[in-house]
């Protein structure tokens, strides 16, 4: 009876010393990763208070997240449940009243036929409804407390929300204050452009006001598009704009800060959106540029989409619609927000 020893011998004699050594070396590769293939892989799943984990199995190489079939589509995720229109008087549309409920004065939110969410709610069919609840003067606070003893605006939304528009922060950096320091040179106030110091302040403050909100309307509407706008440019920067008491200088400057208003809430936007993804969660985070949405229509034009400073002689003061999109402003903001629904993210939805 031969062992195992003298076989080998045998087999080695008959293949050759270099034939054998390949022989071994695959048979060795095959024991090595057979089980790799074979066995499935073992994972911790955390439960409980986060100390303890129980066992789950999956095979290696299978993604246990990712969804089968293709990504939705960019119109599917917005209108798959309701659409909740938030934010200030830019969302709520002072300024474009064509009404006379429009002009209520006891409708302190001023919420009108003609803002652009009007538009957008019949340009595509939710599945849940719809809700208008911006609100004007409204900050990031407001949309979170409520405004004008409103319910929060951040109660409107929830886990069926699937789009939510919104302008925000203007209020937040008190641009129409410095507006009106600007408009209004009494020899006590501040010039013009003196003012920057308190609006970096105020923009230092949304930095981080904004994200918060950002993050507390996700949470409570996880499968939501949430669609951030910024602020149009208002002054065309020539002399004799409207008779409104702004030098070019000054048109330029007030315009910069609208610019720089919108560059806060894209990064804001972006750095949102960029979280989201890296959990591959659902819902997404976007930005419409509106600065440049009223080009050859800013205050003082032939045809403005802005409209330029009305005063309320008898209580001299400056009306609400001052320096607010006019109706063909907010038509021409409701075509980017329902150009944006149609196009989406740069990245695939859930």
Not at 68 to 81: E, F, H, I, K, N
Not at 201 to 209: F, G, I, V
């Given at each position: 009876?031969t ?19 390949v ?5 060795l590769l095959v ?14 799943e955390v439960?409980?208070?986060g100390?303890?984990?129980r066992?789950r ?12 079939g ?7 995720v ?12 830019y969302s ?6 064509a ?20 538009e ?9 409804g ?11 606070e ?5 405004r004008?003893g409103e ?16 302008s ?7 641009f ?5 320091g ?17 609006i ?9 006001d904004?994200p918060?909100l950002?993050?507390?309307i996700?949470?409570?509407a ?14 065309s ?11 070019v200088?000054e048109?330029?400057w ?6 720089d208003?919108?560059r ?12 989201i ?5 659902q ?10 949405a ?17 005063v ?14 006019t109706?063909n402003g907010q ?6 927000f329902?150009?944006?629904?149609r196009?989406?993210?740069?990245r695939?939805?859930?």
């Amino acid at each position: 009876m031969t062992g195992p020893g003298s076989w080998l011998r045998s087999l080695r004699e008959r293949m050759g010393e270099r034939r054998f050594a390949v022989l071994v070396l695959v048979g060795l590769l095959v024991l090595a990763f057979a089980p790799l293939v074979a066995l499935p892989a073992v994972r911790c799943e955390v439960f409980g208070d986060g100390n303890g984990c129980r066992e789950r199995t999956a095979l290696v190489g299978a993604d246990p997240v990712a969804a089968p079939g293709d990504p939705l589509t960019p119109v599917a995720v917005a209108t798959r449940g309701s659409y909740a229109a938030l934010g200030d008087s830019y969302s709520s549309g002072v300024g474009a009243e064509a009404s006379v409920a429009d002009q209520n004065p006891l409708a302190r939110c001023h919420r009108t036929s003609k803002a652009y969410y009007n538009e957008v709610s019949k340009a595509f069919r939710f599945s849940k409804g719809t809700g208008f609840w911006a609100c004007s003067g409204a900050t990031t606070e407001d949309v979170r407390d409520g405004r004008h003893g409103e319910p929060p605006q951040l109660g409107r939304v929830g886990a069926d929300t699937s789009l939510v528009t919104m302008s925000i922060g203007g209020n937040d950096i008190g641009f129409s204050k410095v507006v009106a320091g600007c408009v209004v040179k009494l020899p006590w106030s501040k010039g013009c452009t003196e003012q920057g110091r308190s609006i970096a302040e105020n923009m230092s403050d949304l930095r981080r006001d904004l994200p918060a909100l950002i993050a507390d309307i996700h949470a409570r509407a996880p499968r939501a598009r949430i669609i951030l706008m910024g602020y149009p440019k208002a002054f065309s920067e020539v002399n004799g704009t409207a008779g409104d008491n702004l030098s070019v200088s000054e048109q330029q400057w007030l315009n910069a800060r609208a610019y720089d208003l919108g560059r806060l809430i894209k990064d804001a936007a972006a750095e949102a959106d960029a979280r989201i993804a890296a959990r591959r969660g659902q819902g997404s985070v976007e930005f419409v540029d509106a600065y440049s949405a009223f080009a050859g229509h800013e205050v003082g034009s032939r045809d403005p989409y802005m409209n330029g400073l009305a005063v309320n002689l008898s209580a001299l003061e400056a009306e609400p619609r001052s320096y607010h999109p006019t109706v063909n402003g907010q038509h021409a903001l409701a075509g980017l927000f329902i150009e944006q629904i149609r196009k989406g993210p740069a990245r695939p939805l859930r």
